[in-house]
């Protein structure tokens, strides 16, 4: 059953900590993103990677690092100095090698900083 | 500075009747379109997309219409149904290497 999975669905983390979300896709894509949506917001880019190792600041990337050692695993580590962390993240992936590629989502992650 | 906008942030509809979803961009360089429909506390689903060497897409009760001298798509559903109430996301594509820009979305509530 080929899909993008993000855990946990519900994340709650203290003010000051830093908190890792996760996204793995097994529909061997080339290339994952990280978005944020916040209410009125729309979807906002933090980083995307276009292939293994190697990946770029989107629009909103302060306060948020990013690794991909593996081609199918792309996550997202919401630093302390993320001001505002409270938010929807969205993971998606896309095959990769053309702008008409279309990207899938997976289900999102709700973090709440407390 | 948006690229790509929805000036509609919501729109309602009776169950039965047409759905009108616009989205206008200002990157000439644009020429692959796409629209996602998302449900609260999911992630958007790809509903149906348009290339700017066609004017019109269709795939059941979904339409997209593309204007690209007015920069200009929307979106139509024909008929509503309740199913379709949820926040539409139009995003464009450039070629290159560069990710695709999304619209802030508009929800849509059709009314039975």
């Known amino acids: 059953d080929g899909g993008i999975t993000q855990s946990p669905k519900y994340l709650f983390r203290k003010e000051g900590q830093n908190v890792t979300l996760s996204c793995e896709q097994n529909?061997?894509?080339?290339?994952m993103y990280w978005y944020r949506q916040d209410p009125g917001q729309g979807l906002r880019l933090i980083y995307y990677s276009q292939i293994v190792n190697d990946f770029q600041k989107g629009d909103i990337a302060e306060g948020y690092s990013v690794s991909r050692e593996k081609k199918e695993s792309f996550p997202l580590t919401v630093t302390s100095a993320q001001k505002n962390p409270t938010a929807f993240y969205l993971c998606?992936?896309?095959?990769?090698?053309?702008?008409?590629?279309?990207?899938?989502f997976g289900p999102g992650t709700r973090l709440t900083v407390l | 500075d948006q690229q790509v906008k929805q000036n509609s942030p919501s729109l309602s509809v009776q169950e039965g009747r047409i759905s009108i979803l616009n989205c206008d961009y200002t990157n000439s360089m644009f020429d692959y379109f796409l629209w996602y429909k998302k449900y609260p506390a999911e992630g958007p689903t790809f509903l149906i997309s348009?290339?700017?060497?066609?004017d019109k897409n269709e795939d059941g009760r979904f339409t997209v219409f593309l204007n690209k001298s007015a920069k200009h798509l929307s979106l139509h559903i024909v008929p509503s149904q309740p199913g379709d109430s949820a926040v539409y996301f139009c995003a464009a594509s450039a070629r290159g290497n560069t990710p695709l820009v999304f619209g802030k979305g508009t929800r849509l509530s059709v009314i039975a």
């Open positions: 998606a992936s896309e095959e990769g090698g053309g702008h008409t590629d279309t990207q899938y």
């Open positions: 529909l061997n894509h080339d290339a």
């Open positions: 348009i290339s700017s060497i066609k």
